[in-house]
T-cell receptor, first 115, second 117 residues
């Protein structure tokens, strides 16, 4: 079974600075997708960014970018120019169409943004 | 992105009663819906997967007779917690996906906080 590991329970960042969240996963498949979801205090899950495993180019969405290292099975999220609204829980997730179409989530990293 | 509406946002019920949570896809057809449970400061734990018109597939350790899932239409799935007890108090989240489109994103409801007293 696929597993997703987020080794940082909590990260703190100064407003306008950059923070990087780590995520590693375990799979024997070559075709899959990786996601970062944000869960603010409202607890609504919000998709931040998506990466297709077959793409070598790292995905970016405005201030959010990933460093996808397929061989190392690593998928880190970088938040640049951190804003107060970025404070939330961030979950890394793995998806493979053949695996029952389920999302497998990591344990989450809480991001605190200091003004 | 697509919108998934979950209702109610919060509910308090007495021990021994049943409570129903609805999950609706508002602007797309959801061939598949997923139900999660989230404990405080923890990740989402998948409870079951439901495909429209079929019986739900439950994850190991989830009591199917306690957590009844119905997915009778392409826009509505319901989770009924039967004979609820205080240990069932939790945050429940649904997500939906239309597998026919090939899109990989799952869209999430706002969640339901269940408190059993």
């Amino acid at each position: 079974a696929q597993t997703v590991t987020q080794s940082q329970p909590e990260m703190s960042v100064q407003e306008a600075e950059t923070v990087t969240l780590s995520c590693t996963y375990d799979t024997s498949e070559s075709d899959y997708y990786l996601f970062w979801y944000k869960q603010p205090p409202s607890r609504q899950m919000i998709l931040v960014i998506r990466q297709e495993a077959y793409k070598q180019q790292n995905a970016t969405e405005n201030r959010f970018s990933v460093n996808f290292q397929k061989a190392a099975k690593s998928f880190s999220l970088k938040i640049s120019d951190s804003q107060l609204g970025d404070a939330a829980m961030y979950f890394c997730a793995y998806y493979q169409k053949a695996a029952g179409n389920k999302l497998t989530f990591g344990g989450g990293t809480r991001v605190l943004v200091k003004p | 992105g697509a919108v998934v509406s979950q209702h109610p946002s919060w509910v308090i019920c007495k021990s021994g009663t049943s409570v129903k949570i609805e999950c609706r896809s508002l602007d797309f057809q959801a061939t598949t819906m997923f139900w999660y449970r989230q404990f405080p400061k923890q990740s989402l734990m998948l409870m079951a997967t439901s495909n429209e018109g079929s019986k739900a597939t439950y994850e190991q350790g989830v009591e199917k007779d306690k957590f009844l899932i119905n997915h009778a239409s392409l826009t509505l799935s319901t989770l009924t917690v039967t004979s609820a007890h205080p240990e069932d108090s939790s945050f429940y989240i649904c997500s939906a996906r239309d597998l026919r489109t090939g899109r990989t994103e799952a869209f999430f409801g706002q969640g339901t906080r269940l408190t059993v007293v």
